[in-house]
């Protein structure tokens, strides 16, 4: 069986997650891409090596034309957050099972998804749309608020601003970075940041739990820790589940975001429709013992995921990212690092490599690299990871 899987950049998802579970599944794979170079030398040398080949992927008709071309595809797929209303396109193009574009395009566009929530009578946030170019003073938002890119991920150029002219200021500032950026501003939701996962063939859902999130301080919106929960009260779920519903989410997997105030409402931030990244769905698969990355891709092949998953209930975790303090050169760190000990299995992912350079981002691309742990005992995996950390060091030179 012939699997498309559209792809920007190489992510642990896909080299550690998706393309192992893909051979493991015995499908050949085809990676269309826009940095094929990238991706060959990513996958060089695995066990699994896929296909790669060159293709305009963040355009739909692009994506269709080629695979037209090639061997007749029996899977679309993506876990990038930038393509998955392309590969919805395609999969519908070639009568294939996929998720709803319409869905896709709610959770990509955060102006649209805003929009659709409040008039499904669920969830009404203060939401303006700045198309570029246009001057913010014509918004009224409550201040504080949040600005960000109307399509962005992982925290870029997301911020809080106290007033119109601090306002008027990241606006300038975002678009000198990214000219022709549509943006959005909007209330700002207080309260905890959680996590739901979940993971659905279109007609069975299943909820795999939720992470606890530590974030920066203000202004920048950085996820620095995130501890897991294996199951939120119930009636939050509920609640989360009918926004899920609401903007027609179903297929695959799903990681949101969302804010439980003091009120008890849960508010989301914001849905990704797709696995959860930064080495949280290899330590999810890892902590619930299940073939996670096998069943995302069964589901999108039209398999019916099991009634039940077998997930274990009793794991505990913790994903902690190091961040780069200010700009300048990476200089010492740790190599990729995995240990099991007294029933704590950790794992280090090195995010930079020694002799990089970087700016100072104030986003989750500050991440020199992440450290997760799982266990039975929260207390234990959390100090298998301080006990990592405390034993190495990260050092950045001008």
Do not use: C, S
């Given at each position: 069986m012939r699997m498309y899987l559209l792809a920007l950049n190489p992510t642990d998802s896909v080299t550690d997650g998706f393309l192992p579970a893909a051979g493991r599944l015995g499908l050949s794979v085809t990676v269309l891409t826009d940095s094929p170079e990238a991706h060959r030398k990513a996958y060089a040398g695995r066990d699994f090596v896929p296909e790669v080949v060159e293709c305009a992927v963040h355009d739909h008709r692009e994506v269709i034309g080629l695979i037209s071309q090639l061997q007749a595809p029996d899977a679309v797929f993506s876990n990038s957050d930038h393509l998955q209303t392309q590969t919805a396109l395609a999969a519908e193009y070639f009568g294939?099972?996929?998720?709803?574009?319409k869905a896709t395009?709610?959770?990509?566009?955060k102006a649209q998804f805003r929009r659709h929530l409040a008039a499904a009578g669920l969830d009404a946030v203060w939401s303006g749309e700045l198309a570029p170019g246009q001057d913010p003073a014509e918004l009224d938002p409550p201040f504080p608020c949040v600005v960000k890119p109307r399509e962005g991920v992982a925290s870029e150029d997301v911020a809080l601003v106290a007033d119109a002219a601090e306002l008027a200021e990241r606006v300038a500032a975002i678009?000198?970075?990214?000219?022709?950026?549509?943006?959005?501003?909007?209330?700002?939701?207080a309260g905890e940041l959680h996590t739901l996962e979940t993971l659905g063939d279109g007609t069975v859902r299943h909820v795999l739990g939720g992470f606890?999130?530590?974030l920066s301080p203000p202004p920048n919106f950085i996820e620095e820790m995130l501890e897991f929960v294996p199951a939120h009260p119930p009636e939050v779920t509920e609640q989360v589940l009918a926004q899920l519903d609401a903007v027609g989410v179903g297929l695959g997997a799903c990681h949101t975001e969302f804010v439980l105030q003091a009120d008890g409402r849960a508010r989301i931030i914001e849905i990704n429709y797709r696995a959860i990244g930064d080495q949280c769905d290899l330590m999810l698969a890892e902590l619930l013992e299940i073939p996670f990355f096998e069943h995302v891709l069964r589901a999108h092949l039209g398999v019916p995921l099991p009634a039940d998953l077998g997930a274990r209930t009793d794991g505990r975790a913790r994903n902690e990212a190091v961040c780069a303090d200010r700009a300048g050169v990476l200089s010492a760190a740790p190599e990729a690092?995995?240990?099991d000990r007294d029933g704590v299995r950790l794992s280090y992912r090195p995010f930079r490599s020694i002799g990089e350079r970087h700016d100072h981002y104030g986003t989750n691309r500050d991440y020199l690299g992440v450290i997760w742990a799982v266990g039975t005992d929260q207390d234990a995996v959390d100090r298998a990871v301080a006990g990592f950390i405390a034993a190495n060091r990260w050092e950045i030179s001008a």
């Open positions: 294939l099972p996929g998720k709803d574009w395009l709610r959770a990509k566009n678009r000198a970075r990214r000219a022709g950026t549509a943006l959005v501003v909007e209330e700002f939701l606890r999130t530590r690092f995995d240990q």
